[in-house]
């Protein structure tokens, strides 16, 4: 099985480097995922992330195409939802950040996201030539790669992960590889 991870376009949380709400993508964004349209292959299967950025991230870049079901939601940030990092407890933060199993106050810690990306993966079934393209937002991309690779959740914080990067694993139910990594080909 083929494992393509579509990160989300832009969204003004995202530039403003705020934890996300429940937020559109920009006009930066839309007019990115729409350059996508017709440059992504077509997927045996259409997974795409809830969230309002996901959902119109597929439907711009594959306008054609109804998903088939739902990809992973990224963690929820709880109390820290639209806020920037710098208004937060800088303690609360700290610990976010190097501790895999601390969490924004009603949110998901990074252990979390890893162990329930990690266990849908697993999950997914198909021939080995089968495609699904998953829309969704960059820390569920980043958990899938330290999944890949086994890296623990402290990997995930090891790759970076840009408005429409597209991760390419290969592989299935507990054996994964990264193929991938980067911009889609234009």
């Known amino acids: 099985m083929r494992l393509h991870l579509l990160a989300h ?17 920009d006009a930066g964004g839309r007019r990115a995922a729409t350059a996508l349209a017709g440059e992504l292959r077509d997927p ?9 950025r996901c959902r119109e991230t597929a439907g711009l870049a594959l306008p054609d195409r109804t998903p088939d079901g739902d990809a992973p939601e990224g963690p929820a940030s709880g109390d820290w939802a639209g806020r920037a990092p710098a208004d937060l407890d800088p ?13 924004p106050p009603g949110g998901e810690s990074l252990a979390g996201l890893r162990t329930r990306v990690g266990a849908w ?37 090891r790759v970076d992960v840009a408005p429409l990067a597209l991760a390419v694993l290969t592989g299935r139910s507990g054996r994964w590889n990264l193929r991938s990594l980067g911009q889609p080909d234009r």
Not at 44 to 52: E, Q, T
Not at 91 to 98: I, K, N, R, V
């Open 9 to 25: 376009a832009a969204t003004a949380a995202a530039r403003a480097a705020r934890f996300p709400a429940d937020e559109p993508l």
């Open 44 to 52: 045996d299967r259409l997974l795409v992330a809830p969230s309002a």
């Open 91 to 103: 303690a609360a933060l700290g610990a976010w950040l190097s501790e895999p199993d601390a969490a």
């Open 121 to 157: 993966m697993d999950g997914l079934e198909g021939a080995e030539a089968t495609v699904v393209l998953a829309v969704v937002d960059p820390p569920v991309v980043r958990a899938a790669v330290a999944h890949a690779l086994r890296a623990g959740p402290h990997g995930a914080w």
